[in-house]
């Protein structure tokens, strides 16, 4: 390995103007975090309290270990697209260890709408699931939902990710032995009910949990029949007359103590694949990262001194250093996790994709792991590039990506433009995940580069229709086309709509990719097969 070096001044001004801005986007990170834990209004969690249930997320503190990290999957998931639904979109889902055990986490917020699924609320929980189930975790869902939310019906009900795909990766992921565990902690309706109907086993509270397809009020509607909770859905009936539920609790803390009871029998925990070596620091302060990313997003990032301060040791060997320039690409450590890291210095040449080709062909074969550092306007454009054979460089780097079965994770550290997006991981190519900082921008061209080229289709009709347009009229056209771009490309548009897993911190990004890559690392190796090269 080699030691990277580092010409980063701490003591400029750029430096300091530079740190003093991200400072800021850091502050709104954790404001919006904080918005999104707090979950439903006051009103509502103080419900729970009188009737002696533990919040949604004292549930979750009390169902992991002592100690255990919490990694949260799409918490700023429907941010601002429901009047009064907080960030989260009145479901919490993530990773933490439970008996020794890392289980995915899907637990119900009644105090947002009753727990009652929107579209966002669909598309988060079974954004979950697919993660659960390409790292074969347990699934314990905490349920607690009034089911579908049905003004939101287009969203919820007819398509594939929505309500129905919920049902179908619990019954999937049963087939395949990858266990799938409910609490059934409050009255649940309709889908909320088919949720733990449909669980390998379920745990129900007394007198406090309850499940049925319809409750008191449409029964009633539908047959006249009058019926309570109890009587209709309660534990005690569902415990020794239906036998839905396996389990009857006496409390919310009971449920959780007998649920870990049960994770702790689900046979033996799968051990970690690769060899670790010791963490290490890396030799420069990541805390340096603020002061290197410009507050102007025009400004490029000297990608290789972020790569130095993300490292272990500081150490990378590079592969191709003189070839491709303006991709970086090498193999370094992180918390002792060995990666293979491809990470953008400039614009995508044919050089560049030659060479992602080549070194993703070398860790599929090493059985190394793939980290994807965004950062790109897109490929290089004109005609020299055309005649040098761009479109088939390009597509001989996506296809080694695409076809690359080695864990894949995408970390958006800056622009993430075009076909540049998609050839360093973008959504559409299933990363096992996906990660923005707080700068970060996703958009099919930038917001400049589409104001422009709007602004010169209408100049071309003009010219069709003989008239003409002023400059401030020009500008007057190119002005919201910059500003929807902006708004779109925006970290937390992405965070909002489930198009990335999670915005993180960049000081956080060392302890996140070295839980995701121990996730990964616990299942068996899969040999690639790659698509054609076109030569």
């Known amino acids: 390995m080699s030691l990277m070096k580092s010409d980063v001044s701490v003591a400029s001004e750029d430096y300091r103007r530079n740190r003093d801005a991200y400072g800021v986007r850091i502050a709104d990170l954790h404001e919006r975090r904080a918005a999104a834990r707090l979950g439903g209004p006051e009103r509502a969690r103080q419900l729970h309290k009188e009737r002696k249930q533990l919040l949604p997320r004292e549930r979750i503190a009390a169902l992991l270990d002592p100690g255990s990290p919490f990694l949260e999957f799409c918490q700023l998931a429907g941010e601002g697209m429901y009047e009064g639904v907080p960030p989260g979109g009145g479901i919490i889902t993530g990773v933490g260890m439970i008996s020794g055990r890392a289980c995915m986490i899907i637990a ?15 598309k988060k929980h079974v954004r979950a699931q697919k993660f659960a189930w390409q790292h ?6 905490m349920v607690q939902s009034g089911g579908a939310n049905l003004p939101d019906q287009p969203n919820i009900f ?90 009857l609790a006496e409390s919310d803390s009971h449920a959780i103590a007998i649920t870990r009871d049960i994770v702790a029998n689900l046979g033996d925990i799968p051990v970690q694949r690769w060899n670790l070596a010791s963490p290490r620091e890396p030799l420069f302060d990541p805390k340096d ?76 074969k090493r059985n190394i792991p793939l980290l994807f550092m965004a950062d790109v306007t897109g490929f290089m454009v004109g005609r020299e590039a055309e005649e040098g054979g761009i479109a088939k460089h390009g597509a001989k780097m996506i296809t080694a990506m695409a076809s690359a079965n080695v864990p894949k994770y995408t970390l958006i550290i800056g622009n993430s433009y075009g076909a540049g997006y998609l050839a360093m991981c973008g959504r559409a190519f299933k990363p096992n995940a996906m990660m923005m900082w707080p700068h970060g921008r996703s958009a099919i061209m930038g917001p ?61 990004t060392r302890n996140v990719m070295a839980l995701l890559f121990d996730l990964a690392g616990r299942l068996p190796q899969q040999d690639t097969d790659f698509g054609v090269f076109r030569m």
């Open 289 to 364: 990262i603020y002061g290197l990313i410009s507050a102007d997003p025009r400004i490029p990032t000297n990608n290789r001194e972020i790569v130095a301060r993300l490292v272990d040791g500081s150490e990378f060997h590079e592969f191709k250093p003189l070839y491709g320039e303006t991709l970086i690409t090498g193999f370094a450590r992180i918390m002792g996790f060995e990666i293979g890291i491809l990470c953008n210095n400039g614009v995508l040449f044919s050089e560049c994709a030659l060479k992602a080709t080549h070194f993703i062909d070398l860790c599929c």
């Open 108 to 122: 119900n917020d009644a105090t947002v709408k009753g727990g009652t699924y929107y579209g966002i609320t669909c």
């Open 448 to 508: 400049d580069q589409a104001a422009n080229t709007l602004a010169m289709v209408r100049d071309d009709i003009h010219k069709r229709d003989g008239t003409t347009w002023t400059d401030e009229e020009r500008e007057a056209y190119r002005s919201p086309v910059r500003k929807t771009f902006e708004e779109f490309a925006n970290a937390y548009s992405f965070a909002r709509n489930t198009w990335c897993d999670m915005v993180i911190d960049p000081l956080e």
């Open 136 to 141: 074969r975790l347990p699934c314990v869902t």
């Open 158 to 247: 007819p398509d594939d990710g929505q309500f129905g795909s919920i049902f179908y990766n619990q019954v999937r992921m049963s087939s395949e032995g990858i266990a799938q565990i409910a609490i059934v902690h409050g009255p649940s309706t309709a889908g909320g009910a088919y949720m733990p109907a449909l669980c390998d086993e379920t745990v129900i509270v007394r007198n406090q949990g309850a499940m049925f397809l319809g409750g008191p009020q449409l029964v009633y509607a539908a047959t006249k029949e009058e019926v309570g909770v109890e009587a209709l859905g309660g534990g005690e009936m569902h415990s020794r007359v239906s036998g839905v539920t396996d389990h």
